[in-house]
T-cell receptor
Framework: GESVGLHLPTLSVQEGDNSIINCAYS??????FIWYKQESGKGPQFIID?????DKRQGQRVTVLLNKTVKHLSLQIAATQPGDSAVYFC?????????????FGSGTRLQVQP | DTEVTQTPKHLVMGMTNKKSLKCEQH?????MYWYKQKAKKPPELMFV???????INESVPSRFSPECPNSSLLNLHLHALQPEDSALYLC?????????????FGPGTRLTVL
């Protein structure tokens, strides 16, 4: 399943499928991006990050892709599990603030159907 | 210890009350942050502290007053709040402000202003 971030805030997938969550950013001065997962009643939890000198970074079951040309970021989750159900936020850390300010995207809710 | 703790978990206050939110980390981080998160919205940055000094204030109303008594503690003093200030208040920390540093978030304090 695939979302388009701001235009489709909820993504529903079957357990075991791969999920793709998309995010568009607007500031070309941003050079560091982070994906966070937020479960109900909890604070955001770091998933994976990527610097702008990279196009792709892989973690355990997750991959982040960065397309600087179109200012687009995606999070791919392999073999999605029920425990992956949460809201996912991309966040950009803007170089023009000394990377001190983290700005979050609007978020995508991932629902995993058993 | 890789945890950011926040107290209280829940707070209900009247518009004439004075209360404080507390945040603590023992990871040796020198940057600490306050965010505000409304329901179904992303976290929004309020304040950044770097080496116990206020580094960024995102034009937050003066009824919110941050304080960083030492490198492990961050407080948010609340006075004369409005019902629209009801939200989840998140604290975060990172090794330093700026650079390529992930932010670790606490579970938040859910504030209700009557």
């Amino acid at each position: 399943g695939e979302s388009v971030g701001l235009h489709l805030p909820t993504l529903s997938v079957q357990e075991g499928d791969n999920s793709i969550i998309n995010c568009a950013y607007s500031n070309s001065a941003s050079d560091y991006f982070i994906w966070y997962k937020q479960e109900s009643g909890k604070g955001p939890q770091f998933i994976i990050d990527i610097r702008s000198n990279m196009d792709k970074r892989q973690g355990q079951r997750v991959t982040v892709l960065l397309n600087k040309t179109v200012k687009h970021l995606s999070l791919q989750i392999a073999a999605t599990q029920p425990g992956d159900s949460a809201v996912y936020f991309c966040a950009e850390n803007k170089r023009d603030t000394g990377r001190r300010a983290l700005t979050f995207g609007s978020g995508t809710r991932l629902q995993v159907q058993p | 210890d890789t945890e950011v703790t926040q107290t209280p978990k829940h707070l209900v206050m009247g518009m004439t009350n004075k209360k404080s939110l507390k945040c603590e980390q023992h990871m040796g981080h020198r940057a600490m942050y306050w965010y505000k998160q409304k329901a179904k919205k992303p976290p929004e940055l309020m304040f950044v502290y770097s080496y116990e000094k206020l580094s960024i204030n995102e034009s937050v109303p003066s009824r919110f007053s941050p304080e960083c008594p030492n490198s492990s503690l961050l407080n948010l003093h609340l006075h004369a709040l409005q019902p629209e200030d009801s939200a989840l208040y998140l604290c975060a920390s990172s090794q330093v402000a700026g650079g390529y540093n992930e932010q670790f978030f606490g579970p938040g304090t859910r504030l209700t202003v009557l």
